[in-house]
């Protein structure tokens, strides 16, 4: 994990998406679903992906995930994706999760995992990324 505690929290990458938590997403204490959380960052992440390669990509792996604080109902989640590496059909991306609490009008980091795309083609077989 990068430094969590900070006198004024940065993300690192850029803007990808953006959603408000929803009630429908949220558990009986009134927190969202972990599940959920990481179907939006594999979104935000395959929309970078995307167009790094070019095309359709697929989501191979997600490793080094921790929750560092609950989100609640009403936060207004922002994704940032930074690109760490591109290989032949390969891309490596950091994805990670800020909260804008609207009750308390705090801005924390909540999440963060480094995500691996795959760039294919129509028939669902790897395909090599386009040299940047």
């Known amino acids: 994990m990068n430094e969590i505690?900070?006198?004024e929290p940065i993300p690192l990458g850029d803007l990808a998406?953006?959603?408000t938590a929803l009630p429908r997403e949220t558990n009986g204490f009134g927190?969202?679903?972990?599940g959920w959380l990481v179907s939006q960052m594999d979104l935000a992440g395959t929309a970078t992906?995307?167009?790094v390669a070019g095309g359709r990509v697929a989501t191979v792996s997600?490793?080094?995930?921790a929750f560092l604080v609950p989100v609640a109902v009403g936060s207004q989640l922002s994704f940032y994706t930074h690109l760490l590496q591109v290989g032949r059909s390969s891309i490596q991306m950091l994805v990670e999760?800020?909260?804008d609490d609207p009750l308390s009008n705090e801005w924390r980091k909540v999440t963060e995992a480094v995500f691996?795309?795959?760039a294919i083609d129509g028939s669902g077989r790897?395909?090599?990324v386009p040299r940047l």
């Open 17 to 19: 998406m953006q959603i």
């Open 49 to 51: 992906a995307s167009k």
């Open 5 to 7: 505690e900070q006198d």
């Open 116 to 118: 691996v795309f795959v």
């Open 31 to 34: 927190n969202i679903y972990g």
């Open 126 to 128: 790897t395909r090599p």
């Open 62 to 65: 997600i490793d080094r995930m």
């Open 97 to 99: 999760v800020w909260s």
